[in-house]
């Protein structure tokens, strides 16, 4: 069974980096599928923020796409996200995610992890 | 990239059918049969209910069903169960290579 964990700082300053890991259990990374971020800020919708392939491919959401970067590190099974200069506007939980199907859907989701921006 | 637009709520009684709207444009739901429909709990990630429009992944309910008509898509939920009751998202690809949410509607089984 694929499982995904995300981890990283629960708390990042305003003007920090935001940093985060997803550890992909039961699947290897290298076989393929592209893995991604998706945030929900609190008591609000889902943002799709970008998807990677081990390749090197990467697709992410304009209006995030200046201050994102993304990595995949296949030795240890898992990709990660920074996001540069965060403000409170980025505070949400953050889900990685497999997509799958080429373009399609999302069929395994971490548990989320809660990232509050504030000093 | 603008959200894809879907009803705040929606509320039925239990054994009740309730449809889901989703609308787009032609640079998304319109132009791909890349739909797919998630179910969220409170305090829960959320969860894979249909994809491409209208298949459903192993273990889903077939009360779930999925379909699409020009630029918008649908989600119903038939026989109604309180179990349903839950935030469920549309999502779409786009012509840009990326993907976009809808707003979310919270369903409420009366």
């Known amino acids: 069974q694929v499982q995904l964990q995300e981890s990283g700082p629960g708390l990042v300053k305003p003007s920090e980096t935001l940093s985060l890991t997803c550890t992909v259990s039961?699947?290897?990374?290298?076989?393929?599928?592209?893995w991604g971020w998706i945030r929900q800020p609190p008591g609000k919708g889902l943002e799709w923020i970008g998807t990677?392939?081990?390749?090197?491919?990467?697709y992410y959401n304009p209006s995030l796409k200046s201050r994102i970067t993304t990595s995949v590190d296949t030795s240890k099974n898992q990709f990660s996200l920074r996001l540069t200069s965060v403000t409170a506007a980025d505070t949400a939980v953050y889900y990685c995610?497999?997509?799958?199907?080429?373009?399609?859907?999302?069929?395994?989701w971490g548990r989320g992890t809660l990232v509050t921006v504030s000093s | 990239q603008s959200a894809l637009t879907q009803p705040a709520s929606v509320s039925g009684s239990p054994g009740q059918s309730i449809t889901i709207s989703c609308s787009g444009t032609s640079s998304d739901v319109g132009n791909y049969q890349y739909v797919s429909w998630y179910q969220q709990h409170p305090g829960k990630a959320p969860k894979l209910m249909i994809y491409d429009v209208s298949n459903r992944p192993s273990g889903v309910s077939i009360r779930f069903s999925g379909s699409k008509s020009g630029n918008t898509a649908s989600l119903t939920i038939s026989g109604l169960q309180a179990e349903d009751e839950a935030d469920y998202y549309c999502n779409s690809y786009t012509s840009s290579s990326t993907y976009v949410f809808g707003t979310g509607t919270k369903v409420t089984v009366l």
């Open positions: 039961g699947y290897s990374i290298s076989s393929g599928y592209y």
């Open positions: 995610v497999r997509e799958s199907g080429g373009n399609s859907h999302f069929d395994y």
């Open positions: 990677m392939h081990q390749s090197g491919n990467t």
